[in-house]
């Protein structure tokens, strides 16, 4: 029990950057509206400089606060710069599923399983181990993988009953 809950702690702030743009998105669109070289969007205009920008600010907050309560609260210690990379790549890994997703033909809110529950997650552990290659166990990286995809679920249920998606996937 405590090796799932030091994997999912240790996964939060990218969990926490991949919620952001949800609540704080909007604006221009990433592409600039712009279409690929097969004439579909790049990632549509769901993918916006607000929602990647909130994401990278709240997922390197959430490490922020790790570093901060770890010592107080014997919790495994978190940083700065794991939640600015685990942002990073969730946010990189999301934009990569989109871009996938435009060029499967598929609208913008259409679900297209598997990547969008795994693409940021994969995409966050492979930039955090960039940048601390030992700061994870590969059963760690592997309990994460396997929770994200029940978890995603849930929670993008959970934000379409609040009305904050339109769709619950």
């Known amino acids: ?13 990218a969990y926490c950057a991949n919620a952001s743009p949800v609540l704080f998105g909007g ?5 600039f ?5 097969d004439g579909k969007p790049i990632f ?6 607000r929602g990647f920008i909130f994401g990278l600010l709240v997922g390197t907050l959430v490490g922020y606060i790790q570093e901060f309560i770890a010592p107080t609260y014997g919790l495994p210690a978190g940083s ?5 990379s685990l942002s990073l790549g969730a946010l990189t890994g999301d934009l990569i599923g989109s871009f996938i997703k435009r060029r ?3 609208k913008p809110g259409a679900p ?16 955090s181990l960039i940048i601390e290659p030992s700061s994870i166990s590969f059963m760690g990286a592997a309990l994460i993988i396997v929770l994200t995809a ?6 993008n249920i959970i934000a379409y009953l609040l009305r904050l998606k339109e769709t619950p996937w």
Do not use: C
């Open 44 to 49: 549509g205009p769901h993918k916006t400089y």
């Open 104 to 106: 499967l033909n598929l």
């Open 1 to 13: 029990m405590n090796e799932i809950f030091n994997a999912l702690y240790y996964i939060f702030p």
């Open 80 to 84: 700065v710069l794991r939640g600015f």
């Open 112 to 127: 297209l399983p598997v990547i969008d529950q795994l693409s940021f997650v994969i995409f966050a552990l492979l930039f």
């Open 27 to 31: 604006g221009k669109p990433i592409d």
């Open 33 to 37: 509206g712009r279409k690929f070289i």
């Open 150 to 155: 029940p978890i995603h679920i849930l929670v």
